[in-house]
Each structure stands twice: as structure tokens, then as C-alpha cells.
């Protein structure tokens, strides 16, 4: 079956820009976290969606805003880009809550702010 | 909070050598603890969980929940281990990741 699937692979934006990652989940699987990952940072949650609900959020700033549609499709948004948003963002998905089955990886997008 | 540490960037040893890479959690609750991989230029992917007890390509995991450690341990390291590992617990319906270590097998 597919993997997750996030598009686009790669952005570059301007600071200030706007931007929105999309993230297709294996199918069937209902929940969707994104992380940002960064070298000197690792992993870092940013939220996770289950059924259209955000159900938790990471410690980020209130730019960085997600969404799920009813085929569990979901979209991350980041507006007024900063230069420190430059990272590659995965999208992980599972079946059931995070955590308790196992998570699926796409192979991320990586957004440069310029 | 919910934390995972990892105080190794880089481990490197020769091939055949046993390898330990180090994981310590806190957390006030019972996680579960996993380990990820990201071979270069591969999807992250779980390798193992604590609940399994599966021995994965060589590897093992031992949750110590005196030492609230999850260390992952392989005899023999291979080239083909080389890779970035991430520790990650659960806890609050959410993954929590170590910053990783990268492993680098010489031959």
C-alpha cells in the first residue's frame, strides 16, 4: 500500500511569506502528527490530529496552525515565515492515537526561508 | 514534562564492535519507548518497542525503569547499521523524540 505522502518536497519562501505543507496518511489511518525536524533540534511535535480534531499541541507559536479533512488528508500552515522556520517538516500517520501504534513517516518537506 | 535524552550526537566504531546507544526518559507516568531509524536518504522508521521485546536486525532494547533508561544495544555493529537513531517516548496520546545519535560503523 502507499506510504504517506507529503507534497511539496522542497520550498523555498521569503520571510514574512506564507506557507502550506499538505500530508497524505497511509489509508485508513485516521491520525496525523507533524514534527519539525531540525539538526541541532531533533524532532520536534508540533501537533496531531485525529478525525478532523486537533487532539494536541506542541510548543510552537500560534503561526503554526494545522487542519484535517474528513479523508484524514491534512494541511500544515506557517504564516509570517521567520528565518528560524527553515527545517524539514514530517508528517507522521497510524492508525490509532500516537504512540500507542506505530507511526508511519513520509519523507517530509523541506522549507528554506530566505 | 515529558522528555527524552539522548547525550551522544555521534557514536562511531569499527565493524564488529558492540554498540550501545544511550536513552534516558522522564516521565511521571508508564510510556511506552521506542526506537526510530532514518537510514541516509530513507524514510524514519520504527525499529523496535519496549512492549515487543523483538529483537530487530541484530538490535535490542532493555527497559531499565529504575534508571528510566532505554538503552539499544547490538553486539556486533554492522556497516549497514550506520544511521541516525531516534529514542521517542509516548505519553499524552503524543510522541516525544530524543535529538538523536548518529551511528557511524567503520570497516
Known amino acids: 500500500k502507499a506510504g504517506v505522502t507529503q507534497t511539496p518536497r522542497y520550498l523555498i519562501k521569503t520571510r514574512g511569506q506564507q506557507v502550506t505543507l499538505s500530508c497524505s496518511p497511509i489509508s485508513g489511518h485516521r491520525s496525523v502528527s507533524w514534527y519539525q525536524q531540525t539538526p541541532g533540534q531533533g524532532l520536534q511535535f508540533l501537533f496531531e490530529?485525529?478525525?478532523?480534531?486537533?487532539?494536541n499541541k506542541g510548543n510552537f507559536p500560534g503561526r503554526f496552525s494545522g487542519r484535517q479533512f474528513s479523508n484524514s488528508r491534512s494541511e500544515m500552515n506557517v504564516s509570517t515565515l521567520e528565518l528560524g522556520d527553515s527545517a524539514l517538516y514530517l508528517c507522521?500517520?497510524?492508525?490509532?492515537?500516537?504512540?500507542?501504534?506505530?507511526?508511519?513517516f513520509g519523507q517530509g518537506t523541506r522549507l528554506t526561508v530566505v | 514534562a515529558q522528555r527524552v535524552t539522548q547525550p551522544e550526537k555521534l557514536l562511531s566504531v569499527f565493524k564488529g564492535a558492540p554498540v550501545e546507544l544511550k536513552c534516558n526518559y522522564s516521565y511521571s507516568g508508564s510510556p511506552e519507548l521506542f526506537w526510530y531509524v532514518q537510514y541516509s536518504r530513507q524514510r524514519l522508521q520504527l525499529l523496535l518497542r519496549?512492549?515487543s521485546r523483538e529483537s530487530i536486525k541484530g538490535f535490542t532494547a532493555d527497559l531499565n525503569k529504575g534508571e528510566t533508561s532505554f538503552h539499544l544495544k547490538k553486539p556486533f555493529a554492522q556497516e549497514e547499521d550506520s544511521a541516525m537513531y531516534y529514542c521517542a517516548s509516548s505519553g499524552f496520546q503524543k510522541l516525544v523524540f530524543g535529538t538523536g545519535t548518529r551511528l557511524l560503523v567503520s570497516p
Open positions: 490530529y485525529f478525525s478532523e480534531t486537533q487532539r
Open positions: 519496549h512492549i
Open positions: 507522521a500517520s497510524s492508525l490509532g492515537a500516537q504512540g500507542n501504534t506505530e507511526a508511519f
